[in-house]
């Protein structure tokens, strides 16, 4: 059974900073394509960062230089830091594990 299990989501002031949690169980993160998605209200999905099997990483544009994706192997987890974070980064961030197709239920960030 697969789990991926998000963590880390606040209610937090403009310009602070977030760390976000992805527990997997089940599922190796190791060496596949893991990836965060947000989802805002009134606002289709949005992939904001991905991590791919070889270490490689990208971001979409509008958060480019604020967040950072990063896995440990060890502990099967995949993070996402998140630094001076904007009223309009304010959504339910899911984890992804972009090839197989699972997804967490997400855990919220709201920012004000």
């Known amino acids: 059974h697969v789990q991926l299990v998000e963590s880390g989501g606040d209610s937090v002031q403009a310009g602070e900073s977030l760390r976000l949690s992805c527990a997997i169980s089940?599922?190796?993160?190791?060496?596949?394509?893991m990836a965060w998605v947000r989802q805002r209200a009134g606002f289709a999905r949005e992939g904001v960062a991905i991590l791919d099997f070889d270490g490689r990483t990208s971001y979409a544009t509008s958060v480019k230089g604020r967040l950072t994706i990063s896995r440990d192997n060890a502990k099967n987890t995949v993070h996402l830091q998140v630094n001076s974070l904007k009223p309009e980064d304010s959504a339910l961030y899911y984890c992804v594990a972009w090839e197989a197709g699972y997804w967490g239920q997400g855990t919220q960030v709201t920012v004000s």
């Open positions: 089940g599922y190796t993160s190791v060496n596949i394509c």
